[in-house]
């Protein structure tokens, strides 16, 4: 009905379906030290099952966009979170790390296909003037797996074996189907596009160059989240419960970091909130590597540098999405969906480097790594900045995109909507 404001159900299933595939994601990062002890491999070795899924998703999902660009979304969904599903019920019977490695690879295909059509899906159905609060909506399910999903994986684990957490995001997955299939509307599918026109901005070294800041600030923030278990362990002795607390906690912090971020890009600018947050970024590990240098130490005493941490690297991505429009111009939505593989090529990249670091340095040096990671990203940024000046002569740091609307901010995974409607954040929304 004309003026309606209540949340659609299909839109609490869409939510539903980016909360069930972020958990399942990032809970290997609370479930590491099960899988290292009991499949008698390296917590690095272990670390590396996000390498994959993350890597399978980067590279797989402008591929599977143009794949599926015409196929109905109903079916799409379905066919997509039916694998999903098989793949994580089928970890408990995996004979060994190449079978679970094979598993998380598959899981990581149906993400690629899901993720960014929920979001598409989304966009096509929001009423008009609201589609940045849908696109948001959708979002929000997928920074709640850190507060809900992953602690609630993690404790599953303690309480039976980790094989339960991945049991868990079955379970997520069968609730996701279910309530897609009774509640969605079928849009019509997206507009074909080639693989060459999807991959058209790479050719604009501005772009490349802001693509690869963006890479660069995820990769410092995951390889230290991924190995977040081992290094609170070395640090002070921190278990499975304790460490299912901390994601709750930083994972609200990381909400209000979003939030926040969105609201210093429309206030300072992105160049101005970008430095902002990723010099409290710094700080924050540059604080957490003195603690290890004075170990043992109390939790209570990282708590505070780890909400921190948390806070700064959500609020990372706002200034990150308003900047790349602005160094894309016209070819912002493209930028914008080739920034989904950016972001899983950068928690790829973190969970290998991470693994690195750990075996070959401890725990001590994946803080050391993640602020100077960060920083590079930021001087990246400012390197794309000025490859952008002599093409438009007029690109500052701070300078504001502005096309009609409020858009949220892209999360991993988001793509154009298929009206061609920027769903970054020319003007971020506080919602990340």
């Known amino acids: 009905m004309p003026g309606d404001r209540r949340t659609p159900a299909w839109l609490l299933a869409l939510t539903l379906t980016t909360f069930t595939f972020s958990t399942d994601d990032y809970v290997v990062a609370g479930v590491l030290p099960g899988i290292a002890a009991d499949l008698r491999v390296t917590e690095s070795a272990a670390g590396q099952l996000v390498t994959v899924f993350s890597l399978t998703f980067a590279l797989a999902s402008p591929v599977l966009a143009v794949l599926t660009a015409t196929w109905p979304r109903r079916r799409l969904l379905t066919g997509a979170l039916l694998v999903f599903i098989a793949a994580n019920l089928a970890v408990p019977l995996a004979g060994g790390y190449t079978a679970l490695v094979a598993l ?74 279910i309530a897609l299939r009774a509640t ?22 501005a772009v490349l160059t802001g693509l690869l800041a963006a890479t660069a600030a995820v990769l410092g923030n995951m390889l230290f989240l991924t190995y977040l278990a081992p290094f609170l362990r070395g640090l002070s002795g921190t278990g499975a419960t304790a460490l299912g607390a901390v994601f709750v906690l930083s994972g609200l ?55 921190v941490w948390s806070l700064a690297a959500w609020w990372i991505p706002p200034p990150t999405a308003a900047r790349l429009l602005a160094l894309a111009g016209p070819a912002g939505p493209q930028a914008l969906a080739l920034n989904s593989s950016a972001v899983y090529i950068g928690v790829a990249g973190g969970g290998a480097l991470g693994g690195h670091l750990l075996s070959a340095h401890g725990g001590g040096a994946l803080p050391l790594a993640a602020a100077a990671a960060a920083l590079a990203g930021l001087a990246l940024f400012g390197l794309a900045g000025r490859l952008a000046r002599p093409l438009s002569g007029s690109l500052k740091p701070d300078a504001r995109p502005s096309p009609p609307g409020p858009h949220p901010t892209p999360a991993p995974g988001a793509s154009a909507p298929p009206d061609g409607r920027t769903p970054g954040a020319p003007r971020p929304p506080s919602t990340r």
């Open 184 to 205: 969605l509307p079928d849009p019509p599918p997206g507009e074909a596009a080639t693989l060459r026109e999807r991959l058209a901005p790479l050719s604009r070294p």
């Open 104 to 177: 998380r690879a598959a899981a990581a295909l149906a993400a690629a296909a899901v993720v960014p059509a929920a979001l598409a899906i989304a966009a096509a159905l929001a009423p008009e003037g609201r589609q940045g609060r849908y696109l948001g909506m959708v979002m929000t399910g997928l920074t709640g797996a850190f507060v809900a999903g992953v602690p609630l994986g993690t404790w599953i684990a303690a309480a039976t074996s980790w094989h339960g957490a991945f049991v868990l995001g079955g379970a997520l997955g069968i609730a996701s189907l």
């Open 253 to 307: 912090a990381g909400i209000a970091g979003g939030r926040l971020g969105g609201a210093a890009t429309d206030r300072w600018g992105p160049g101005t909130a970008m430095s902002a947050g990723t010099l409290a970024f710094a700080a924050a590990m540059t604080g957490l590597y003195a603690l290890w240098l004075a170990r043992p130490a109390a939790l209570a005493l990282a708590l505070p540098l780890l909400l």
